[in-house]
């Protein structure tokens, strides 16, 4: 990985967005700085740093944090969808 990926990476994660590397980051030896990467972004930002060689985990670690936000968002129900006819949508508008 170069820098300029990692650089990139670190815009995205300070932007908010969970930001997920199938390679490895250079920062085994500094675990308080592994550790607000990982962790403490997060809390911050928004968005945080993963890793994951694996492309099966890699996948399912994206769609379990997907989950995480609809759930904080509220938006993780199913609901009955509604199919309406312009008569309906009218009486919205008015409404």
Same mark, same amino acid.
């Given at each position: !990985?170069?820098?300029?990926?990692?650089?990139? #990476?670190?815009?995205?994660?300070?932007?908010?967005?969970?930001?997920?590397?199938? /390679?490895?980051?250079? /920062?085994?030896? %500094?675990?308080?700085?592994?550790?607000?990467?990982?962790?403490?972004?997060?809390?911050?930002?928004? #968005? !945080?740093? $993963?890793?994951? %060689?694996?492309?099966?985990?890699?996948?399912?670690? !994206?769609?379990?944090?997907? $989950?995480?936000?609809?759930? $904080?968002?509220?938006?993780? !129900?199913?609901?009955?969808?509604?199919?309406?006819?312009? %008569? $309906?949508?009218?009486?919205?508008?008015?409404?």
């Amino acid at each position: !990985m170069s820098e300029k990926a990692i650089s990139i #990476g670190q815009y995205f994660v300070a932007s908010g967005v969970y930001t997920i590397f199938g /390679v490895h980051l250079p /920062v085994d030896g %500094a675990p308080v700085f592994k550790d607000y990467l990982f962790k403490e972004l997060e809390k911050i930002y928004g #968005g !945080m740093w $993963d890793l994951e %060689a694996d492309p099966i985990r890699h996948a399912q670690k !994206m769609i379990a944090h997907i $989950d995480k936000k609809r759930k $904080d968002l509220g938006i993780d !129900m199913a609901r009955e969808r509604v199919l309406m006819d312009m %008569a $309906d949508r009218q009486k919205l508008e008015t409404a």
